[in-house]
T-cell receptor, first 113, second 115 residues
Framework: DAGVTQSPTHLIKTRGQQVTLRCSPI?????VSWYQQVLGQGPQFIFQ???????GRGNFPDRFSARQFPNYSSELNVNALLLGDSALYLC????????????FGQGTRLTVV | AQSVTQPDIHITVSEGASLELRCNYS??????LFWYVQSPGQGLQLLLK??????LVQGIKGFEAEFKRSQSSFNLRKPSVHWSDAAEYFC?????????????FGGGTRVLVKP
């Protein structure tokens, strides 16, 4: 069975640009969460989506947005990129909204120059 | 607000020796607790989880963890470390109820294994 898949695996963007990251959850999972992991730190929660609705938002600026599609895949968008947005972006898939474990993809490494 | 502290940033252990990684959490209700492992440049792999019941939980790769409510701790252990266990380990607490499935992670402990 396929796990959580994320694309692209790496990308380089220039300050001020916009980026879209994609995630496909495990088949049957209805919840997708996004995390940012800056080098040397633990992941930080950005968003959770369940059944195409936002169910949680972390302490990130409005430049960060996301959506979930009818097939439960998700996109994370970041506008007006800053150097500090350089990080590994992780997508996590879980069966339900809460009370279940989360399974992570391999991440997208974003470098802003 | 929930928080997780992993007091040890780095731990070096000899192959075959035992390993214990410390994790302390802060959460107002009964927590969901997790340990994840991350190899360089990779995503997170779930080692084990605690939701309720038996406070000693078994995970994959020979790891176990013990939930101690009185100490707000969830320490990870392995009796005999293999070279392939060299990685970064993250403890996380999961919100329950209306807070959905948000995970709060500690800063991680990097494990180095000496031959």
């Amino acid at each position: 069975d396929a796990g959580v898949t994320q694309s692209p695996t790496h990308l380089i963007k220039t300050r001020g640009q916009q980026v879209t990251l994609r995630c496909s959850p495990i088949s049957g999972h209805k919840s997708v969460s996004w995390y940012q992991q800056v080098l040397g730190q633990g992941p930080q929660f950005i968003f959770q989506y369940y059944e195409k609705e936002e169910r949680g938002r972390g302490n990130f600026p409005d430049r960060f947005s996301a959506r979930q599609f009818p097939n439960y895949s998700s996109e994370l968008n970041v506008n007006a990129l800053l150097l500090g947005d350089s990080a590994l972006y992780l997508c996590a898939s879980s069966l339900l909204w809460g009370g279940t474990e989360a399974f992570f993809g391999q991440g997208t490494r974003l470098t802003v120059v | 607000a929930q928080s997780v502290t992993q007091p040890d940033i780095h731990i070096t252990v000899s192959e075959g020796a035992s390993l214990e990684l410390r994790c302390n959490y802060s959460y107002g209700a009964t927590p969901y607790l997790f340990w994840y492992v991350q190899s360089p440049g990779q995503g997170l792999q779930l080692l084990l989880k605690y939701f309720s019941g038996d406070t000693l939980v078994q995970g994959i790769k020979g790891f176990e963890a013990e939930f101690k409510r009185s100490q707000s701790s969830f320490n990870l252990r392995k009796p005999s470390v293999h070279w392939s266990d060299a990685a970064e380990y993250f403890c996380a607490v999961g919100a329950t109820g209306a807070a959905g499935n948000k995970l709060t992670f500690g800063g991680g402990t990097r494990v180095l294994v000496k031959p």
